[in-house]
């Protein structure tokens, strides 16, 4: 913990001698760039300076005691001494919360990206009703909700859909809700009654702020068609709908949800941006090249995170082994006592690691 606080103290020192530079002042984007990361570090490195400014005074104290003749004077520079360690011992919790915080990402709204993986028209169909969940769990929390784009299925499930989440904690409360969700349990069409396993996929992208990503306009095709499907039927007389291609990376977003081909535009921008600070932090880390492959997976069966049993009524999260029978109640948007547990353990691990 202590070499990170070091790296960090030395960059906050950094940040403040470049804003004092020419280049930066008459760069209005880049001071601002600056300025908010000084104000993202300060909390941390004011208490690792108050943290050193006590370890030497300890240090002080211990050494007064060594040399110190007078019985009185000894007992005051003990109690002293075990006042010091107290303190100490606050802020070091205190500077590992505050790390843990830093190290989990900020954002003020985030991605929810479902799709459906193996299992056909039985995973789109389990892709809604999670869905649904999500955003029942949302409406609880009053958080603002916009879906970005969706892909209907032909028994009126999702192939996907991604929708836009802004509220207090909304990405730290659902960031590992990420990778493959299996569900079991016996579709409507089956006629025999045996049980089917699917597979649908979730991935959870914080939105990076605009000055974070940087997109080439000639960087970008942009295609132009007609909206069609459920929920594009009322505009599919014109070329609304927008699909955008990123050229250097070969990422594409599609969107027709909206009338307004420039609205179609807009959100396709938000969600590629998000997917590219993704896929370049993920390169930064020397993690795999794309971030959301990592949180998702292929969507084969054998890969999952969590298990929903419809006939056992049963919920299981394989990550820490917790098994819920209350699968009603998480499709009905109950899932914090899914959620919770998970981020308190992920918390603990990342508290472990220092």
């Given at each position: 913990m202590f070499g990170k606080l070091v790296e960090l103290e030395k960059r906050f020192d950094d940040i403040e001698a470049e804003m004092m530079k020419p280049e930066a002042l008459s760069n209005m984007d880049e001071y601002k760039k600056l300025a908010k990361e000084r104000t993202d570090l300060k909390e941390v490195v004011d208490a690792y300076r108050q943290w050193k400014e006590t370890k030497a005074e300890h240090e002080k104290t211990s050494e007064l005691l060594k040399h110190e003749a007078d019985e009185e004077m000894k007992e005051l520079a003990r109690e002293e001494?075990?006042?010091l360690e107290k303190e100490m011992v606050r802020i070091e919790n205190d500077l590992a919360e505050t790390l843990l915080r830093k190290t989990e990402k900020q954002a003020k709204s985030m991605?929810?990206?479902?799709?459906a993986g193996t299992g056909g028209e039985e995973a789109a169909l389990f892709a809604r009703d999670l869905f649904a969940s999500?955003?029942?769990f949302a409406e609880r929390m009053r958080w603002k909700t916009e879906i970005m784009s969706s892909s209907p299925s032909d028994l009126g499930g999702f192939k996907e859909v991604i929708v836009v989440i802004e509220g207090k904690d909304a990405y730290n409360t659902l960031r590992y809700e990420s990778g493959v969700h299996r569900v079991q349990r016996v579709p409507e069409t089956e006629a025999q009654g045996r049980i089917h396993t699917s597979t649908i996929t979730v991935a959870v992208l914080p939105e990076p702020?605009?000055?974070?990503i940087n997109i080439n306009p000639d960087e970008l095709r942009i295609d132009l068609f007609r909206s069609s499907g459920p929920g594009g039927q009322h505009v599919n007389t014109t070329?609304?709908?927008v699909r955008i291609t990123h050229i250097p990376t070969g990422m594409v977003v599609t969107c027709q949800d909206e009338k307004s081909q420039h609205k179609n535009k807009a959100k396709a921008m938000r969600v590629l941006r998000a997917r590219l600070k993704e896929k370049?932090?993920?390169?930064?880390e020397q993690e795999i090249s794309d971030e959301?492959?990592?949180?998702v997976g292929t969507g084969d069966r054998s890969e999952r995170i969590r298990t929903y049993n419809f006939p056992q009524g049963r919920v299981t999260d394989h990550r820490i082994g917790l098994t819920l029978y209350k699968l009603q109640d998480v499709l009905n948007g109950n899932i914090e006592e899914i959620t919770g547990p998970i981020n308190a353990h992920f918390r603990s691990e990342a508290l472990k690691k220092g």
């Open positions: 001494l075990g006042s991605f929810l990206e479902i799709r999500y955003m029942k702020e605009e000055l974070e070329d609304s709908a370049l932090e993920g390169e930064k959301r492959r990592k949180q």
